[in-house]
């Protein structure tokens, strides 16, 4: 679907709803919702962002879903937040202050609604909301309101350093781990 640069603009600092429910295995938490995604109302809706194919690609899904199917989600025990709900153009427009009080209202969300992984889609996102400097692709020592975490690669198309196929290797190690290992699988 495509947006002209007018109604691209027009989408910028709106929020796109999570989807939620209790009791998932995975909740993926983008970076914050890009215009594109805010324009049409769905989580990673630009096209050529990877999200979707690694999602199927890794086997969290029967079938490749589309950016408005994402409300299917909950029934694969998957759902989807961000780590800061304003839309921009880029993800360079958010300030460390708003990573940072978005990892702490994630970390209530993620509270309230105990889903048992999160996996923050980017390196750099997670780094600053949560002050884990250190921290790497994969699974995580520590826990966000008491769920697991499991750093994945932003699924950009501008994450070059990721291709489809180590995308989708990456999102399925974490899918073993929620799914078929329980706890911190894969340490």
């Known amino acids: 679907m495509a947006f002209t640069a007018q109604e691209l603009e027009a989408a910028r600092d709106r929020l796109v709803p999570d989807v939620l429910a209790p009791g998932l295995r995975v909740l993926f938490c983008g970076i914050n919702p890009g215009l594109t995604s805010a324009a049409a109302g769905h989580h990673f809706a630009r096209p050529g962002n ?13 079938r490749r879903l589309r950016p408005e199917e994402q409300d299917e989600l909950p029934r694969f025990g ?4 961000n780590v800061v709900a304003r839309a921009t153009a880029r993800a360079d427009e958010l300030s460390d202050e708003e ?28 780094h600053t909301a949560f002050g884990e400097r250190r921290a790497a692709i994969g699974p ?19 994450n070059a350093h990721w291709t489809p196929k180590t995308l989708a290797q990456e999102y399925g190690r974490l899918r073993a781990a929620a799914f078929e290992g329980g706890g911190a699988a894969g340490r």
């Open 78 to 81: 998957l759902g989807i937040t």
């Open 50 to 62: 990877r999200f979707w194919p690694a999602l199927h690609a890794a086997g969290f899904t029967p």
């Open 140 to 158: 995580q020592e520590r826990t966000v309101g008491g769920a697991h975490v499991w750093v994945l690669p932003n699924p950009s198309g501008l």
């Open 99 to 126: 990573y940072r009080e978005g990892g702490r209202l994630l970390a209530e969300r993620v509270e309230r609604w105990r889903p048992a992984w999160l996996a923050v889609c980017g390196i750099g996102a997670y």
